[in-house]
């Protein structure tokens, strides 16, 4: 069984930044494409970053040049460092990882393994 660890969100001002980390643990194989996303309240869950099984990436255009995705697989862990935030961006950062897809995907339902989430809020 995969289990996913979110950590590292918090309280910052707008223009900070935060570095989110997840642990995974389980089988070496049960997980390909990584991704990062993120749910504010009243919105519906959005893909916010991903790493494929080659290592290519793509980034929402909401957070492109602003965040960053890393992976690495000698310590099961993704990593997501969020710069220059806005207000916008304040949400629960969830990571998810697939037993099956090697692309990029933004698709929920290609992920089958999540975290618990963890809570970034940006304030003026």
């Known amino acids: 069984q995969v289990q996913l660890v979110e950590s590292g969100g918090g309280s910052v001002q707008a223009g900070g930044s935060l570095r989110l980390s997840c642990a995974a643990s389980?089988?070496?194989?049960?997980?390909?494409?990584m991704a990062w996303f993120r749910q504010a309240q009243g919105k519906a869950r959005e893909g916010v970053a991903v790493?494929?099984?080659?290592?290519?990436?793509a980034y929402a255009d909401s957070v492109e040049g602003r965040f960053i995705i890393s992976k690495d697989n000698a310590k099961n862990t993704l990593s997501l460092q969020l710069n220059s935030l806005k207000l916008e961006d304040t949400a629960m950062y969830y990571c998810?990882?697939?037993?099956?897809?090697?692309?990029?995907?933004?698709?929920?339902?290609?992920?089958?393994?999540w975290g618990q989430g963890t809570q970034v809020t940006v304030s003026s």
């Open positions: 790493i494929a099984t080659d290592g290519s990436i």
């Open positions: 389980g089988s070496d194989s049960s997980w390909n494409s």
């Open positions: 998810a990882a697939s037993s099956w897809l090697h692309v990029r995907s933004f698709n929920r339902n290609s992920y089958n393994f």
